[in-house]
């Protein structure tokens, strides 16, 4: 896509959300996008291949900037993922009321639902192979996992800006995905083949013991033991063996984040 390209279908897409807001999806015709956004119908059908497609000309734009981004030499390839996010949620929490029409929209109708998991999946798809061909050495496991959380982090704060459930700035975007990569042990570390969660990093060494292991104490999650944490301090994570491995970390997670 071209630079040129890329405003005339984001501005098309705006005109196109803001009809599907008054009149709504199925009643709004692709005639009448065509002259609200000044244009001809067969231009419509040049640059998207349908009424589904104009609601995501956004994402298609994101992902080729978040591509290019990625393309470019990074010193530490998780945070470059995580900025990549940051990228696509700045997009949106720029568009102010539009946001939360294309929000409207697309949780309206199952068509546009299973067409949004397709273009989440290609940012997933995206940040697992920047990850793979940046850590040759990684294990794909990781990776997916790592691309996975970071999309799922973002998307959850993004619905809930969207959505108008609470205000989300990019700063708290931010500090919850550093979260993530704190979670996965690569916050501050130099880029190289992930070992583990860094709670869990070195488990038998850092197991706790005796009758107190695993209580809870102030400012503690479930399974979570040490002192107040303060900025540089280790968090010793217990769980039983039989624990699902998304509890573990939901609840490290959390304590991290407080």
Same mark, same amino acid.
């Given at each position: 896509?071209?630079?040129?390209?890329?405003?005339?279908?984001?501005?098309?897409?705006?005109?196109?959300?803001?009809?599907?807001?008054?009149?709504?999806?199925?009643?709004?015709?692709?005639?009448?996008?065509?002259?609200?956004?000044?244009?001809?119908?067969?231009?419509?059908?040049?640059?998207?291949?349908?009424?589904?497609?104009?609601?995501?000309?956004?994402?298609?734009?994101?992902?080729?900037?978040?591509?290019?981004?990625?393309?470019?030499?990074?010193?530490?390839?998780?945070?470059?993922?995580?900025?990549?996010?940051?990228?696509?949620?700045?997009?949106?929490?720029?568009?102010?009321?539009?946001?939360?029409?294309?929000?409207?929209?697309?949780?309206?109708?199952?068509?546009?639902?299973?067409?949004?998991?397709?273009?989440?999946?290609?940012?997933?798809?995206?940040?697992?192979?920047?990850?793979?061909?940046?850590?040759?050495?990684?294990?794909?496991?990781?990776?997916?996992?790592?691309?996975?959380?970071?999309?799922?982090?973002?998307?959850?704060?993004?619905?809930?800006?969207? =959505?108008? +459930?609470?205000? !989300?700035?990019? @700063?708290?975007?931010?500090? /919850?995905?550093? $979260?993530?990569?704190? #979670?996965?042990? %690569?916050?501050?570390?130099?880029?190289?083949?992930?070992?583990?969660?860094?709670?869990?990093?070195?488990?038998?060494?850092?197991?706790?013991?005796?009758?107190?292991?695993?209580?809870?104490?102030?400012?503690?999650?479930?399974?979570?033991?040490?002192?107040? =944490?303060? +900025?540089?301090? !280790?968090?010793? @994570?217990?769980?039983?063996? /039989?624990?699902? $491995?998304?509890?573990? #970390?939901?609840? %490290?997670?959390?304590?991290?984040?407080?």
């Amino acid at each position: 896509m071209s630079g040129h390209q890329a405003p005339f279908q984001l501005a098309v897409a705006r005109a196109a959300l803001e009809l599907f807001a008054v009149h709504g999806f199925d009643a709004t015709s692709v005639d009448q996008i065509a002259a609200a956004a000044g244009i001809s119908r067969s231009t419509f059908f040049r640059q998207f291949g349908s009424k589904e497609d104009v609601v995501f000309a956004d994402h298609a734009v994101l992902l080729e900037q978040a591509r290019q981004l990625l393309a470019r030499p990074h010193k530490d390839p998780w945070l470059a993922v995580c900025q990549a996010a940051e990228l696509v949620f700045s997009h949106f929490a720029g568009e102010g009321e539009l946001a939360g029409r294309r929000y409207a929209v697309v949780n309206a109708h199952p068509a546009l639902r299973d067409k949004e998991l397709v273009t989440v999946f290609r940012y997933e798809k995206l940040f697992d192979a920047h990850l793979r061909a940046a850590l040759p050495e990684l294990d794909p496991l990781d990776s997916v996992r790592f691309a996975a959380t970071v999309i799922a982090t973002h998307n959850y704060l993004l619905r809930e800006f969207m =959505r108008g +459930a609470r205000p !989300v700035s990019r @700063a708290q975007m931010r500090d /919850a995905l550093d $979260a993530v990569r704190r #979670l996965f042990g %690569v916050l501050d570390s130099p880029a190289g083949p992930l070992s583990g969660p860094a709670p869990a990093r070195d488990h038998d060494a850092t197991r706790a013991t005796g009758p107190d292991a695993g209580t809870r104490g102030p400012g503690h999650a479930p399974g979570v033991t040490g002192a107040p =944490r303060a +900025a540089d301090d !280790v968090v010793v @994570a217990v769980f039983s063996r /039989a624990t699902p $491995a998304a509890e573990i #970390l939901a609840t %490290v997670q959390r304590t991290l984040e407080r």
